[in-house]
């Protein structure tokens, strides 16, 4: 069956024409396209992936910034930006001491290893899509998100890539 004889003939509320969903569907191949070389270039010149330069950037730029709040940065979940530090650790680009104030509390530090590395990355270290998002304005963000919705409820999501940073798609 081909795609056009699967919308029944009684199905004229659908304003959409094959045109235009091909075209916006050609902008999704746009952005996920810029994404990913994005990223390759990045992990190219860093050796790294974009997920932990962006972590590596965000304590870089917060000296002492804890995992709950460098999670909160990036939208993600708690295991992620542990497992994000752990190999920031390992790799010797940061390291990781208990708060004075409360020793529970663990804040995280660049090491120069971790701030060369960071030179040698293209920016924006957050990625081409957030950081294009972040510039758009209010009216045009809600419209996006309002399509989007819809646009998703029409698909068979995976609910918990939400926080998964892209990079590590």
């Known amino acids: 069956m081909s795609p056009k004889s699967s919308a029944s003939p009684s199905d004229s509320s659908s304003t959409s024409t094959p045109e235009a969903h091909l075209r916006v569907l050609r902008h999704f ?3 996920f396209s810029t994404v990913r ?7 190219k010149s860093a050796g790294i992936g974009g997920a932990p330069i962006w972590a590596m950037h965000l304590i870089a730029k917060e000296p002492g910034i804890g995992v709950t709040q460098l ?12 497992n994000l530090v752990k190999s920031l650790v390992q ?3 940061i390291h990781t001491e208990k708060a004075a104030h409360d020793k529970r509390v663990v804040e995280m530090y ?9 030179k040698k990355v293209p920016g924006p270290y957050s990625g081409v899509l957030p950081q294009a998002l972040s510039e758009l304005d209010d009216q045009t963000l809600l419209e996006l998100e309002r399509s989007l919705e819809v646009l998703l409820q029409r698909m ?11 990079a590590m798609m």
């Open 29 to 31: 191949r746009s952005v």
């Open 37 to 43: 070389k994005h990223f390759q270039i990045m992990e």
């Open 71 to 82: 999670a909160q940065a990036m939208d993600v979940h708690q295991s992620t930006a542990s």
């Open 91 to 93: 790799a010797g680009f």
């Open 110 to 118: 660049a090491l120069p290893d971790g701030l060369k590395l960071l």
């Open 156 to 166: 068979d999501i995976d609910e918990s890539s939400a926080k998964t940073p892209m």
